[in-house]
């Protein structure tokens, strides 16, 4: 298979492309990576799937939010929040649905943030949760042509020791990788993956 990794050089997505092994993985981050491109912005993504072509997967390990209580988050967070990782992978999913091979898929990254409540995180639930639902309807918009799955990690566990946290809350982000090479080779479409459980929710 083809696939294009956006966010290849960061904790989950390296994990993806080594997972990916065997595959013919073209990898795609602002700064490095074979290819760059900016999620934030629509024309580089034109850019980078037409110099491309046609792939059978397109993978975003990609985006981010605003982290702070909802007393401290400005119009500049929310704007922030949802022009990054929520609509920064919608338009990975709007550009690059053309350039998917029939059957093949387009997958984006959420976390659990989505359905679990801390403090701090209500930009990033709003965003994480609001990417699965883009995905469960436009799923079907596409009738399988393209399938569309979100990957949904808890904290990952490389993560939580950069922050200085034990990683042992946290999931490996080589066992993450795995959940989107499932969802790569199988035939799901419109399912948002735990990665921990590999199983819809
Ligand atoms: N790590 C966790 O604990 C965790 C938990 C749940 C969900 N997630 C989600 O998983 C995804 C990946 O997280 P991560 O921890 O692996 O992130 P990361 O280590 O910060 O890596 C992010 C990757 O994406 C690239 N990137 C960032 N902004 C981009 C943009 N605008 N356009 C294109 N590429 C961009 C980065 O490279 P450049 O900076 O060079 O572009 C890098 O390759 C994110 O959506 C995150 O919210 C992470």
Do not use: C
């Amino acid at each position: 298979m083809k696939v294009i990794v956006i966010g290849a050089t960061g904790t989950i997505g390296a994990e993806i492309v080594t997972a990916l092994a065997g595959h013919e993985v073209i990898t795609v981050s602002r700064s490095a990576g074979e290819y760059r491109a900016d999620i934030q912005d629509k024309a580089s993504l034109e850019k980078l799937f037409a110099a491309i072509g046609e792939v059978d997967a397109i993978v975003s390990a990609a985006g981010g939010g605003a982290f702070k209580p909802i007393t401290e988050l400005s119009d500049e967070d929310y704007a922030f929040s949802l022009g990054y990782k929520l609509m920064g992978q919608i338009n990975v999913i709007r550009t690059g649905m053309k350039y998917v091979r029939p059957g093949g898929s387009i997958t984006v990254t959420s976390g659990t943030l989505a359905r679990v409540a801390m403090p701090a995180a209500a930009a990033i639930g709003m965003i994480n949760a609001g990417l699965e639902g883009f995905v469960r309807s436009a799923a079907l918009d596409l009738k399988g042509k393209v399938r569309l799955n979100v990957v949904s990690p808890p904290w990952v566990a490389e993560t939580l020791s950069g922050m200085g946290q034990d990683p042992a809350g946290g999931q490996k982000a080589a066992d993450v990788a795995k959940a989107y090479v499932k969802v790569i080779t199988g035939t799901a479409t419109g399912q948002i993956i735990d990665s921990q459980t590999g199983k819809a929710v």
